[in-house]
């Protein structure tokens, strides 16, 4: 079974702390991606990676950079975390695919809240 | 907005009954996915159907797709009360991002 582990479930952070929110998935997916969750806004794509270096942004990526140095690992960073960050941060894999007709996999969810 | 839209925006049916949960889009697309979301969790994948598709079948689970109007339809037949999530369709265009809808909150009463 495809796994995707984000690195914490709950995590409360201070205004204006730099936060590394970690994704790691363990079947060899060149595509990863960051997505946050608001009630009422469903999941808005923050920034993708479709190979290691390689980044482009999503729908809403100020406030935001993403690290990908392993192929298995994409992290997100919120460079000065501030309280419209509050959310929950969900990050996924998927397999290139021919047409695209390939699933996302999701991790469990990261609910930040940033005082 | 990119995005998908889901309908009804919630729904409350009794354990047994049949749910049916809709979803429209504005641009052309390769293929449209559903997703589940137990409350508080990640999303699991549940069926994909391509746009040469009109409707495809798994488990208690049937998903339609028109592209002429832009709009899928997901229904789940004898429902239970385990299947109380969210539902959250998805379409691909292209071979990088899911744009995913806001979602239809489904309870299933016992």
């Known amino acids: 079974d495809v796994k995707v582990t984000q690195s914490s479930r709950y995590l409360v952070k201070r205004t204006g702390e730099k936060v590394f929110l970690e994704c790691v998935q363990d079947?060899?997916?060149?595509?990863m991606f960051w997505y946050r969750q608001d009630p009422g806004l469903g999941l808005r794509l923050i920034y993708f990676?479709?190979?290691?270096?390689m980044k482009e942004k999503g729908d809403i990526p100020e406030g935001y950079s993403v690290s990908r140095e392993k192929k298995e690992r994409f992290s997100l960073i919120l460079e000065s975390a501030s309280t419209n960050q509050t959310s929950m941060y969900l990050c996924?894999?998927?397999?290139w695919g021919v047409g695209g007709n390939t699933e996302a996999f999701f991790g469990q969810g990261t609910r930040l809240t940033v005082v | 907005s990119q995005q998908g839209e889901e309908d009804p925006q919630a729904l409350s049916i009794q354990e047994g009954e049949n749910a049916t949960m809709n979803c429209s889009y504005k641009?052309?697309?390769?293929?449209l996915q559903w997703y589940r979301q137990n409350s508080g969790r990640g999303l699991v994948h549940l069926i994909l159907?391509?746009?040469?598709?009109r409707e495809k079948h798994s488990g208690r689970l049937r998903v339609t797709l028109d592209t002429s109007k832009k709009s899928s339809s997901l229904l789940i037949t004898a429902s239970r009360a385990a299947d109380t999530a969210s539902y959250f369709c998805?379409?691909?265009?292209?071979?990088?991002?899911?744009?995913f809808g806001t979602g239809t909150r489904l309870k299933v009463l016992a």
């Open positions: 996924a894999s998927s397999l």
């Open positions: 079947m060899d997916h060149e595509n």
């Open positions: 990676s479709y190979d290691v270096k």
């Open positions: 641009t052309s697309i390769n293929n």
């Open positions: 159907i391509r746009s040469n598709e």
């Open positions: 998805a379409r691909r265009s292209g071979t990088y991002k899911y744009i």
